[in-house]
């Protein structure tokens, strides 16, 4: 398969100003017509052209251009498109009538037009739209689009809005990737939004009968997103309606097209029942993500795929500025560096490590990365530290004022922030072309009553970029003094240089440095810090996420040493943490964090960073034995600490519930230890909701228990999906280190096993390889296993396998033997027929 280059990117030769589409539906044999008027290019002089049509598995029944039928033999058509020779094309603008046929039962890789459960779907992003008809498939080509839809279906939806039963219309321009169809019989949940210049918009969650009373909080989350977005970007819902579908089939978590989002259904359904704390927080911010991307997104759209970041960097920005807004701030931060260490810096470490806007791909699909992603949204936060708040804004109006309807790129965003504040941000644009992950090392000075702190930064080769070039750095800094007060305002350091020194003021006595506070950038910070400072820091930091970090490096270098060296537990951690837990006057929700002990994947990665190899093993064993040792230290005081963040009255998501019960949950899992698993058995038997429920199943089948339970939990459930993915993937996750193998592959032949649908597949192969000591078995049947698995899966569905082939990204941390069977399982699914370019892209990667 080609090799696609940014450096590579034309115009097209032809725009589209408008895009009329017929649908017949059927199951089998579904007809699309097509009537699209282009536009000649004036930019592209370098003419005659050919019209050039994307397209994929679509039968072409008839073409015309201007009314005239194309002969057959004047078509030259391949598997992905057709050419018009230019002397049939009038080189200053035409219209093209086609009429298609398509098979939507047959679509199992769930792009296109494909079918759920009896309900027709499309997903076109990134480049689905060419498995509906023949179109100039890219972003920058923008059109208005009327669709007519016929079909026997009681629900018939499409983009913008409704004239009639099936016809549909929509005003602003948009790339295919935003075009939606859904057809069924679906029930909607509604309520009504009204803007704040006073436009009335009706609200739709589609979902399948009986499921209406599973809507109320994905309504919510919408409406208050709706209001967010106007309040903290000035930014206005600009159709009549706005409607989500949830759909069973999905390969993602959920879709942004125009007016008409389609979703993953468990990122929709949600009741106190079945969906846990997590899972709200996950719903409120994934609707509004997918909202934001109304106006980043879609109003401003991307000119070109390596673009990706221009929309998704900033809307996740936006969704975890209003998850903190919503709740808090300080615990969201945490969350979100959680999950950037856990995914990105994986990434950027290994052999899939890529830039924030690569500039090559094989197959696009491949791009929808923790880099493109999370760290594209850490840009954004540094330039937002940067420039200041007001700027900030400053910048975002002009980019809505200067580039609404356009399809844009990072030159296009870098200009507005250079223009609304004047500052060069050329060097800070590094980050968006420059992979892997920097490390700044600290060094302090304390001399002559003055505070020095030298910082150095560098960023390893990465895989295409051995040599790096320095960055931008935003390091944010508070300075404690003894008795834990502020000595100093908190200030912005812009480390710009490889090595630079920051003369921090005059002070009576060395101050105690709390550095790179809320994370202010996306580096790995080395500071030898003794873990005296580090228990001071624990108990006296005012910045949340240091106060965090400073308890979870104590830990973390802690669970290194027993790993490796055989280390002892510090008796001071323990006085530390306990501390902490019993700490009244925190937030439950940080406690619950600052208690939870850095995960197996966590410690994998500081021993790698010591240059050393990881026994995952010893890894599992290191944290069972500290936490063993946290449940003893706080044995006399955790049944109250338990008792006290018992939620009463009826079940609430909100921040404050949510945050007892996860407090509650911590000590339930030290309780287990030390009780054998009665608490949690008894929380099990009297849970009214799906936190407390699973919470309990988790606590049990950790400690190597909870049989009855889990069969207990499977009767309950066994005829909801979204919560037996849950039954899955906690054994999967939770499976001690011997057992992880046999409960698998029980799990993978049990009627309920459905691995055509990706939900399911993804809850128990994903959970297995993300639970180390059961997938590194030094017998390499768990490498086995995984790719047993991909293997089938890439013959129905190769997005979501190439997606979970990433699963094998960390093969080199490991020792030989276990390289040697990891890249043996890799070539053994290289060299499988057939395979998918998305797939082979991967593995290839991986390999190297
Ligand atoms: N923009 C979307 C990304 C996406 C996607 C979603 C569902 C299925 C396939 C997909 N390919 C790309 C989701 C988002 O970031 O909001
Ligand atoms: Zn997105």
């Known amino acids: 398969a080609p090799t696609i280059r940014l450096s590579d990117y034309q115009e097209p030769a032809f725009w589209v100003d408008t895009v009329k589409l017929s649908f017949d539906l059927d199951p089998t044999a579904t007809r699309v017509t097509s009537k699209i008027t282009f536009r000649a290019n004036e930019t592209r002089a370098d003419g005659p052209h050919d019209l050039k049509l994307d397209g994929r598995n679509l039968k072409l029944i008839t073409a015309s ?45 769930l792009e296109g037009l494909y079918m759920s459960n009896g309900m027709y779907c499309t997903q076109c992003e990134a480049q689905g739209f060419r498995k509906i008809t023949f179109y100039p498939d890219r972003p920058d080509v923008m059109a ?77 989350a919408l409406k208050r997103s709706m209001k967010w977005d106007e309040e903290v970007y000035g930014r206005e819902y600009d159709l009549d309606l706005f409607m989500i579908v949830a759909v069973d089939d999905f390969n993602m978590g959920a879709m942004e097209n125009k007016g008409l989002n389609i979703f993953n259904s468990k990122y929709v359904l949600a009741s106190p029942e079945t969906a846990t704390d997590v899972d709200f927080e996950r719903i409120e911010g994934i609707i509004a993500h997918e909202y934001f991307h109304n106006w980043t997104g879609n109003r401003i759209t991307c000119r070109d795929w390596f673009q990706l970041c221009l929309k998704e960097g900033l809307t996740v920005f936006r969704d975890q500025t209003f998850t903190g807004d919503m709740r808090s701030h300080g615990v969201k931060r945490i969350d979100d560096v959680l999950q950037l260490r856990g995914r990105q810096f994986r990434e950027d470490a290994g052999p899939l490590a890529h830039p924030v806007r690569p500039e090559e791909y094989i197959e696009i699909n491949n791009f929808y990365t923790a880099t493109v992603y999370e760290k594209g949204a850490e ?75 030298h910082l150095s930064q560098s960023t390893p080769p990465t895989p295409g970029q051995p040599d790096k070039l320095p960055l931008v750095i935003p390091v944010r800094v508070g300075l404690l003094a003894g008795d834990g007060s502020e000595a100093a305002p908190k200030q912005l350091l812009e480390l710009t240089q490889s090595e630079q020194s920051f003369d921090l003021g005059a002070f009576d006595e060395k101050p105690v440095p709390s550095i790179l506070r809320g994370f202010s950038a996306p580096v790995i910070l080395k500071h030898d810090v003794d873990n005296a400072t580090r228990a001071f820091l624990l108990a006296h930091d005012s910045d949340p996420f240091n106060k965090w970090e400073a308890g979870s490096a104590y830990a973390s270098d802690m669970l290194v040493d027993m790993a490796l060296n055989d280390g002892a537990i510090d008796a001071a951690y323990l006085d530390a943490i306990h501390a902490v837990a019993l700490d009244d006057t925190l937030d439950p929700a940080f406690r619950a964090f600052a208690v939870g002990l850095p995960s197996e994947e966590e410690i994998t990665s500081a021993i790698v960073a010591l240059g050393e190899k990881p026994d995952p093993d010893a890894i599992y064993g290191a944290r069972n034995a500290l936490s063993l040792a946290m449940a003893q230290k706080m044995a006399d005081d955790l049944p109250n600490l338990y008792t006290a963040m018992q939620v009463d009255g009826p079940y609430s998501p909100d921040a404050e519930a949510a945050g007892k019960r996860a407090l509650a949950s911590t000590a339930l899992g030290l309780l287990t230890k030390l009780d054998g698993g009665k608490t949690a058995a008894k929380q099990f038997d009297n849970a009214d909701n799906m936190t407390l429920q699973i919470s309990a199943l988790a606590a049990l089948i950790r400690a190597g228990a909870g049989e009855t339970q889990s069969a207990a939990f499977y009767d309950q459930w066994k005829s909801d999906n979204i919560v037996l993915d849950k039954w899955f993937a906690i054994q999967a996750s939770c499976a001690t280190p011997d057992a992880g193998l046999d409960i698998v592959q029980q799990l993978a032949t049990h009627p309920d096993f459905n691995w055509k649908n990706p939900n399911r597949f993804r809850s128990l192969i994903g959970p297995f390889a993300m639970n180390p000591a059961a997938f590194h078995r030094i017998d390499g049947k768990g490498y086995q296993f995984l790719a047993d698995w991909l293997i089938k899966l890439d013959a129905i569905n190769p997005q979501t396998t190439a997606r979970m082939a990433g699963l094998f990204e960390t093969w080199k941390r490991y020792d030989k033997k276990r390289q040697t069977l990891i890249t043996g399982q890799l070539r053994r699914i290289a060299d499988t027929k057939n395979l998918s370019k998305d797939t082979s892209e991967i593995v290839g990667k991986i390999l190297g």
């Open 144 to 220: 208005t689009f009327d669709v007519e839809i016929k079909g026997d279906a009681p629900v018939l939806l499409s983009n913008g809005n409704k004239l009639a039963h099936g016809i549909w219309h929509d005003p602003w321009p948009k790339p295919a990737y935003l075009f939606a169809l859904v057809a069924g019989d679906l029930k909607s949940y509604d309520d009504t939004f009204t803007t704040a210049s006073g436009r009335h918009v009706d609200l739709q969650i589609f979902v399948r009968d009986g499921d209406q009373d599973k809507c109320a909080y994905a309504m919510d």
């Open 379 to 453: 840009v954004i936060g540094m330039l937002k530290l940067l420039v200041g708040d007001e700027n900030y804004r400053k910048a975002l109006d002009l980019y809505f004022d200067r580039h609404d309807g356009q399809a844009c790129t990072i030159e296009h965003w870098i200009a507005v922030f250079e223009d609304a504040t004047g500052r060069d941000l050329a060097q800070f644009k590094r980050w968006y072309s420059q992979a892997g992950t920097p490390i700044v090392k600290v060094r302090e000075e304390f001399a002559n009553g003055r505070y020095t702190l």
């Open 65 to 109: 251009i201007n009314g005239n039928a194309i002969p057959a033999d004047a078509i030259l058509q391949d598997a992905e498109g057709l050419t018009i020779p230019s002397d049939l094309v009038p080189q200053d603008g035409f219209v093209w009538v086609a009429e298609v046929e398509i098979n939507p039962s047959a679509n199992t890789a």
